[in-house]
């Protein structure tokens, strides 16, 4: 975005026929387009977790009934708006530590391979304690993920 104005200029000074009304009408929807651009819809950092919560859930339904497929279809959403918070959120102090939770996110992926499903109940239950840790180092920690389960069955509460 930092470039946008100034590739705008290069281009009006190398289109302009040299005429000065001609620059001001494209000057104007210069300013018209950067507007716009400030006023566009930005997901906030919460909503985004939300989505990841939502995933975490459905991770652990996937990997419980053994829909490998579908555990590795979570995985890819949770790294997806994992992805979308660095580009969208990339100013906030909880972004940069995002990358806490890569390792554990690809020690899932390790269970979608062996189908052992003892292995994934233990790297969820990392994988969450991750989330929490995370959030006490980002001083949420009145947001915990707690999880209760029987054979088939996750209760997750915030």
């Known amino acids: 975005m930092k470039y946008l104005g100034l590739l705008i200029a290069v281009l009006i000074l190398s289109c302009s026929d040299g005429r000065v009304g001609g620059r001001k009408v494209l000057i104007a929807k210069i300013d018209s387009?950067?507007?716009?651009?400030?006023?566009?819809?930005?997901?906030?950092?919460?909503?985004m977790m939300s989505g990841i919560q939502r995933h975490h859930t459905k991770l652990w339904f996937s990997g419980i009934n053994k829909n490998w497929k579908l555990v590795g279809f979570e995985i890819h959403e949770i790294n997806e708006l994992l992805e979308d918070l660095g580009k969208y959120q990339s100013s906030r102090k909880e972004t940069r530590l995002l990358h806490m939770i890569s390792p554990y996110i690809d020690s899932i992926k390790a269970t979608i391979e062996?189908?052992?499903?003892?292995?994934f109940k233990?790297?969820?239950?990392?994988?969450?304690?991750?989330?929490?840790?995370?959030?006490?180092?980002?001083?949420?920690?009145?947001?915990?993920?707690t999880l209760e389960f029987d054979s088939y069955t996750c209760k997750t509460t915030i």
Not at 114 to 119: G, I, L, P, R
């Open 33 to 47: 387009l950067e507007k716009e651009l400030k006023n566009m819809y930005k997901p906030g950092f919460g909503e």
């Open 122 to 145: 233990q790297k969820y239950t990392r994988l969450t304690n991750m989330c929490n840790d995370c959030h006490i180092k980002t001083k949420y920690e009145f947001i915990k993920v």
């Open 114 to 119: 062996s189908k052992d499903v003892n292995d």
